[in-house]
């Protein structure tokens, strides 16, 4: 892969192998095949595929939550062998839950890693204040609309202060003026942090504003096809990049990259499951 | 909120209220209307009159507070029972699935009937009272608390695995708090069945409570006294019930705008 060899690499995938069993049982289904890849430090990557090539699957992998079949997820070197401390995922769904206040809520992932009640709360006014969110730290979560209970989610998310965010199609689920305000928020933070992202995602221009590389996958069995470095100024700023010409450039290939238009391949990403 | 709302809230309270008057106005004068005998209807100065004779010399405040004693000790019991179950089946598939034939069998064998044979066990006390009303509570909380364990959206328990928690933060930070309202479901069905568990139990066999005051009432023909009971174990029931959603109302203050007496 063509990025710098000189900086720390957080979170890599090493001939990383999943398969489930099928629904009979006898058989197996493989859902990812021989994944290499290497996400550096600060840096944000975003992996798209046609439906169901298992991108969610890498995801569980990198986070802790599911052991892959062969190979290995490494995070800051160390091989992930659990959920650990350094890595935290944020999935479209907000996960709030609604019998805690919006500050309860931030404060969850800390408050199982048992960080002091002290220092739990001002991480999370920190991060309350800084998403425009502190007069809300008091309600609850059905009080708020769909992209502040999101943002909440990733405010809950950096709580913990991971090395590496896991994103899993974040902003699928909220209106398009909205996702764009959330995706520069996200940016900003991201940028500021100098936190390391992998991002999954369906959306060609999200992928391509937010990111500094774009990783294609290919059907079942996925498995990375290609890698597009994106060479656009402004990461911090996606409402920006939207402005640039070459955007239009790159998503035209990410959509020849994954036979967007071709009827077959329609009908079997229709079939699929996420 | 709106005042749209707040009008129907008063022309609701002031139907209500009408709807009680023209009902007890129509107890007092109706069965002499229609010519029904007071032993068959009893108007309702007659009831209140035995009420107040019951009182001072039946013990109707003692055998209301035998029957209340049974109800709480059968309702708390049962739910607690009916919740931890419920809750060990729900984190236990196959505990679940091997006991599920027989969960159903008891479920559909009607609990009341179980009452003389609790009777036989136990005597003329009020512990076989006490047990048809918790078996008779704890299947709408076991199977409310069961379905909601069951229930709990997957993704939620992988973010508080993903934050390295143990089982037990799970069940106390995730599992617990979403059964809460189904739980609350299964209480409210609950506080009404355990009287009734327990006024079977009283009318079977004892001399104590407030079935035991329906049977005596009954055998002397003494139909006022009868109605006593039964105004007495309604509003045992509907302070049960009251209870119920005050407590519901204060632990799940946090769901949005519910009418927690109105989704039953």
């Known amino acids: 892969m063509s990025t710098d060899?000189?900086?720390?690499?957080?979170?890599?995938?090493?001939?990383?192998?999943?398969?489930?069993?099928?629904?009979?049982?006898r058989g197996a289904l493989t859902a990812?095949?021989?994944?290499?890849?290497?996400?550096?430090?600060?840096?944000?990557?975003?992996?798209?595929?046609?439906?169901?090539?298992?991108?969610?699957?890498?995801?569980?992998?990198g986070s802790g939550l599911t052991a892959p079949s062969e190979g290995a997820a490494f995070v800051d070197g160390e091989r992930?062998?659990?959920?650990?401390?350094?890595?935290?995922?944020?999935l479209q769904k907000d996960l709030l839950l609604p019998w805690r206040t919006i500050l309860e809520n931030v404060m969850f992932g800390v408050e199982i890693q048992s960080v002091p009640f002290a220092e739990r709360k001002r991480r999370a006014e920190k991060l309350l204040a800084s998403f425009n969110l502190a007069e809300f730290s008091g309600h609850y979560p059905h009080h708020l609309s769909g992209g502040m209970r999101q943002r909440v989610a990733l405010a809950r998310t950096l709580a913990v202060e991971p090395h590496v965010l896991l994103l899993d199609e974040p902003f699928s689920a909220v209106d398009a003026q909205t996702r764009m305000v959330l995706q520069r928020d996200l940016a900003r933070t991201l940028k500021q942090s100098g936190k390391t992202a992998l991002l999954i995602t369906h959306d060609l221009s999200e992928a391509v504003t937010l990111s500094d590389r774009v990783l294609v996958m290919s059907h079942r069995p996925g498995t990375v096809i290609d890698e597009i470095v994106i060479d656009?100024?402004?990461?911090?700023?996606?409402?920006?990049?939207?402005?640039?010409p070459k955007l239009n450039d790159y998503v035209a290939r990410l959509m020849d990259r994954l036979d967007i238009g071709h009827d077959k391949i329609e009908q079997q990403a229709a079939g699929g499951a996420a | 909120m709106s005042g749209n709302s707040r009008a129907q809230v008063r022309n609701g309270?002031?139907?209500?209220?009408a709807l009680l008057i023209v009902f007890l106005a129509a107890w007092q004068w109706g069965p002499e209307l229609l010519g029904v005998p007071s032993f068959i209807v009893p108007p309702l100065s007659m009831v209140a009159h035995e009420f107040v004779h019951a009182w001072q010399f039946d013990h109707l405040l003692f055998h209301t507070g035998v029957t209340v004693g049974e109800v709480l000790a059968g309702f708390i019991l049962g739910s607690l029972l009916g919740a931890v179950i419920g809750y060990l089946l729900g984190m236990s598939p196959t505990a679940e699935f091997a006991l599920s034939p027989y969960i159903l069998a008891l479920q559909i064998a009607p609990k009341v009937a179980f009452a003389p044979l609790f009777i036989l066990w136990m005597g003329f006390t009020v512990y076989p009272k006490i047990l048809v009303a918790i078996l008779i509570v704890f299947f709408p909380v076991m199977v409310n608390v069961l379905t909601a364990v069951r229930s709990v959206d997957p993704d939620l328990i992988n973010l508080a695995r993903s934050f390295k928690a143990?089982?037990?933060q799970i069940f106390w930070k995730i599992e617990f708090p979403t059964s809460m309202p189904p739980m609350f479901a299964g209480l409210r069905i609950g506080s009404t069945l355990a009287v009734v568990g327990v006024v079977v139990g009283e009318l079977v066999?004892?001399?104590?409570?407030?079935?035991?005051?329906?049977?005596?009432?009954?055998?002397?023909?003494?139909t006022p006294m009868v109605f006593v009971s039964i105004v007495m174990l309604t509003l045992v029931g509907g302070i049960a019930y009251l209870g119920v959603i005050i407590a519901e109302r204060r632990l799940l203050?946090?769901?949005?705008?519910r009418s927690a007496g109105h989704n039953q």
Not at chain 1, 232 to 244: C, G, K, M, V, Y
């Open chain 2, 253 to 257: 203050h946090y769901l949005p705008a």
């Open chain 2, 13 to 17: 309270t002031l139907a209500s209220v």
């Open chain 2, 205 to 222: 066999g004892g001399n104590q409570g407030l079935g035991y005051l329906l049977s005596f009432g009954e055998g002397q023909a003494d």
């Open chain 1, 32 to 61: 990812i095949s021989n994944v290499n890849l290497a996400v550096h430090d600060g840096e944000v990557v975003s992996l798209i595929g046609p439906s169901g090539c298992g991108k969610s699957t890498l995801l569980n992998i």
């Open chain 2, 166 to 168: 143990t089982r037990a």
């Open chain 1, 5 to 25: 060899a000189t900086s720390v690499i957080r979170l890599e995938y090493r001939n990383v192998t999943m398969r489930f069993a099928d629904r009979t049982g």
């Open chain 1, 80 to 90: 992930v062998a659990g959920p650990n401390a350094h890595v935290a995922f944020m």
């Open chain 1, 232 to 244: 656009l100024p402004q990461r911090d700023d996606p409402i920006a990049r939207r402005h640039e």
